[in-house]
C-alpha cells in the first residue's frame, strides 16, 4: 500500500513503505472474529487494528465478502494441516481416524466462530477447491482404509458429518443431560470407526 505522502532521499521522492500486508489483514480478521464475531468483522475494525485507514485495506482485499472468504480458506488450510499432522505416523486407520477426530475437536475450541464459518451450510465462500481437497485429504485416505476405495468419499462424509454435528451442539452448550461430554466423544469416535471397519 503506497501512502499518498513520500519520503525525500537525495532530492528523489520515495513512496512510504507498506504497512500491512494481505496475510496481516487476514491474521487480523481471523482473530477479530473470534473476539466479535462475525458482526464485529467489519472493514473498518480491521483496519484500526492493522493501523491504517480503512479505505487502504481496498488495495488489498475487495471488499468484506472477500475478506470473509479468505478467513474461511485460511482457516480451511489450517485446519488440514493440523488432520494431516494429526494422522501422520500412525499406521492403524483406526487410531488415525481417532487422532484426526480429536484435532479438529481441538481446531474447533480454539476457532469456535471460524470452524462454524467454514462449515455453515449454504454459506457462498468462494473456497479455493485446492484448499479443500487437501484439507479432506487425510480423512478420505483414512476412510478409504477402513471403508475400501469405492466407499471412501461416503465414509469420509459420514466422519465429517458426525464430528461437526458433536461438537457444533458441544460448542453451542446443547447437551443438556449432564454425563461427560468427552466420554461421549470418544465413545462416538469408537463406535463410528467399528461400523465403518465392519463396512469396509
Known amino acids: 500500500m503506497a501512502?499518498?505522502?513520500?519520503?525525500?532521499?537525495?532530492?528523489?521522492?520515495?513512496?512510504?513503505?507498506?504497512?500491512?500486508?494481505?496475510?496481516?489483514?487476514v491474521s487480523t480478521g481471523r482473530a477479530l472474529v473470534e473476539?466479535?464475531?462475525?458482526?464485529?468483522?467489519?472493514?473498518?475494525?480491521?483496519?484500526?487494528?492493522?493501523?491504517?485507514?480503512?479505505?487502504?485495506?481496498?488495495?488489498?482485499?475487495r471488499d468484506r465478502r472477500e475478506l470473509v472468504a479468505l478467513i474461511a480458506d485460511a482457516t480451511v488450510r489450517e485446519l488440514g494441516d493440523r488432520l494431516d499432522a494429526a494422522a501422520a505416523g500412525e499406521p492403524d486407520p483406526r487410531r488415525a481416524l481417532a487422532a484426526l477426530a480429536r484435532a479438529a475437536r481441538s481446531f474447533a475450541r480454539e476457532r469456535p466462530v471460524a470452524f462454524g464459518l467454514v462449515f455453515t451450510p449454504g454459506a457462498d465462500l468462494d473456497l479455493d477447491p485446492e484448499s479443500l481437497a487437501r484439507a479432506s485429504a487425510a480423512v478420505?485416505?483414512?476412510?478409504?482404509?477402513?471403508?475400501?476405495?469405492?466407499?471412501?468419499?461416503?465414509?469420509?462424509?459420514?466422519?465429517?458429518?458426525?464430528?461437526?454435528?458433536f461438537v457444533g451442539m458441544e460448542l453451542s452448550g446443547a447437551f443438556r443431560l449432564g454425563g461427560e461430554v468427552d466420554r461421549a466423544f470418544e465413545f462416538g469416535i469408537a463406535s463410528l470407526t467399528g461400523a465403518l471397519t465392519l463396512r469396509g
Open 35 to 61: 473476539s466479535d464475531g462475525l458482526r464485529g468483522l467489519t472493514m473498518q475494525a480491521v483496519a484500526d487494528r492493522v493501523g491504517v485507514r480503512a479505505p487502504s485495506l481496498y488495495k488489498r482485499v
Open 140 to 165: 478420505i485416505r483414512i476412510a478409504a482404509e477402513l471403508a475400501g476405495e469405492d466407499r471412501a468419499l461416503d465414509a469420509a462424509r459420514t466422519v465429517t458429518a458426525w464430528l461437526n454435528g
Open 3 to 25: 501512502m499518498v505522502n513520500s519520503h525525500q532521499t537525495n532530492g528523489s521522492p520515495m513512496p512510504t513503505p507498506d504497512r500491512t500486508s494481505l496475510d496481516e489483514i
